[in-house]
């Protein structure tokens, strides 16, 4: 009899999960088809990988009926994590490649660092507030991600060390381009920020490093967190 209840309510475990995890599938689908290819994102690779990565898996339990709303969710400490169709574009900008070396600024939950995972080579990500770097950090490697690199820093600063990146995505809004950020684009490589203050529309904005100089355009205004700096004195 014991094996009986035991068996039985093994079975519903599982069934829930499944019928659990269908419906998030379903709703990500949409969201995909319904929002993010509806609203222009084109390219099929990145539609894929946003049909593929798991937002709830980014998401605290919390909040987790929203994850596949179109908009940003709070995760905590003040930050969010964007809206699904601003990471597409992102993505899609930045014109992603299998070989690719990647810097993003801002790992927040780590959903926009699994979404370039699915299309580059290796994704290094930096963080300032610390228990967020954990938190993107344990939720890549749940994801399944063993080609993200979190770290805890002032990503002003860039990664020197695996610099020059092919693309950065910045997803905090700076009130201008940090040059470090400049200064480890490869030549040819595709850099996407927000830029503009807290309070002021911001733009997203392309940046292209070509023969040395920068070729810069705006994309769309945006509404993101500001990017802060660990050095309160640094005149941001
Ligand atoms: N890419 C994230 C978005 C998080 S919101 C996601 O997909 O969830 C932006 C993040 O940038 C926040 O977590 C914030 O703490 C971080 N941030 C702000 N200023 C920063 C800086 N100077 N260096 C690194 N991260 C920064």
Redesign the pocket.
């Known amino acids: 009899m014991k094996r009986l209840i035991a068996f039985v309510v093994g079975f519903l475990c599982v069934w829930v999960s499944v019928a659990e995890a269908d419906s998030q599938e379903e709703a990500r689908m949409r969201l995909v088809e319904e929002t993010i290819a509806a609203r222009g994102v084109t390219d099929s690779d990145v539609l894929d990988a946003m049909r593929r990565v798991q937002r709830h898996l980014?998401i605290p339990e919390d909040q987790v009926r929203h994850a596949y709303e179109d908009r940003?969710v709070p995760?905590g400490?003040?930050?969010?994590?964007?809206q699904p169709y601003i990471?597409a574009l992102m993505t899609e900008i930045v014109q992603p490649k299998p070989d690719f070396r990647v810097l993003?600024?801002?790992?927040?939950?780590?959903?926009?660092?699994?979404?370039l995972a699915e299309l580059v080579d290796h994704v290094y990500?930096?963080?300032?507030?610390p228990p967020?770097a954990d938190w993107?950090q344990e939720r890549l490697k749940l994801a399944g991600y063993t080609n993200v690199t979190v770290r805890h820093?002032?990503?002003?600063y860039g990664w020197e060390e695996h610099a020059p990146f092919d693309a950065i995505?910045v997803?905090?809004a700076?009130p201008h381009i940090p040059p470090p950020l400049l200064e480890q684009l490869r030549e040819g490589g595709r850099m996407i920020i927000p830029v503009g203050s807290r309070f002021r529309t911001q733009q997203l904005v392309l940046v292209e490093k070509q023969d040395g100089a920068f070729k810069t355009r705006n994309v769309l205004p945006v509404r993101?967190?500001?990017?802060?700096?660990?050095d309160p004195d640094s005149g941001w």
């Not at 820093?153 to 002003?156: P, R």
């Open positions: 980014f940003p995760i400490h003040g930050q969010t994590i964007s990471v993003e600024i801002g790992a927040g939950s780590g959903y926009q660092a699994a979404v990500t930096v963080e300032i507030v967020l993107a820093a002032d990503g002003y995505v997803t905090a700076a993101f967190v500001p990017f802060t700096r660990s």
